[in-house]
């Protein structure tokens, strides 16, 4: 029979990276848009108003947050796996949610507004970091609502979720 504490750790670590990972991608986020901190590929990421692809997005997530991950490996097997698991959903639905916004916001229906469509339609350097959800921008203040959805992005409306640049 399966052992119950080690379940539960590894649900309980996987909700609190998965929440973590939006924190960090929060913060990460909002600093690039301090004064003279706005790295170069991403000040050409707002030039151009693109992401570069869900897959690729994913990998620089990964990439950037592995050494994070391995820590909790010491705590148990459970709570590694836990945690890695919660940051890598988050990566991945974040990765989406970020290729989804540029390409087809309308399909975010978890948020009310997507924040990271309107943080680029309206050059919003102060306002509406977040990526994957909204969370942060409310708990800090940065959170704006705007009219986002004109007429004519209505009839741009894509059926599918799927329909995205994935490389």
């Not at 986020?29 to 869900?54: C, F, S, T």
């Not at 949610?97 to 916001?105: I, K, M, S, V």
Request: charged fraction near 20%.
């Amino acid at each position: 029979m399966i052992e119950l504490l080690p379940v539960w750790l590894g649900i309980g670590c996987f909700a609190i990276a998965f929440v973590a990972a939006s924190l960090v991608e929060y913060w990460v986020h909002r600093l690039m848009h301090k004064p003279l901190r706005l790295g170069e590929r991403h000040r050409d990421h707002h030039r151009r108003n693109e992401a570069q692809g869900v897959v690729w997005e994913f990998l620089d997530y990964i990439k950037s947050t592995i050494v994070l991950l391995v820590p909790m490996f010491f705590v148990s097997l459970p709570a590694g796996i836990g945690w890695s698991l919660g940051a890598v959903v988050y990566a991945a639905f974040s990765s989406y949610a970020h290729q989804l916004q540029h390409e087809n916001p309308t399909k975010c229906f978890w948020m009310k507004m997507p924040v990271h469509y309107v943080h680029h339609k309206y050059n919003m350097w102060h306002h509406n970091f977040g990526l994957g959800v909204d969370w942060w921008d409310h708990v800090f203040g940065t959170y704006k609502l705007v009219e986002w959805l004109t007429d004519e992005e209505q009839t741009q409306v894509r059926d599918s979720y799927l329909e995205l640049k994935w490389w």
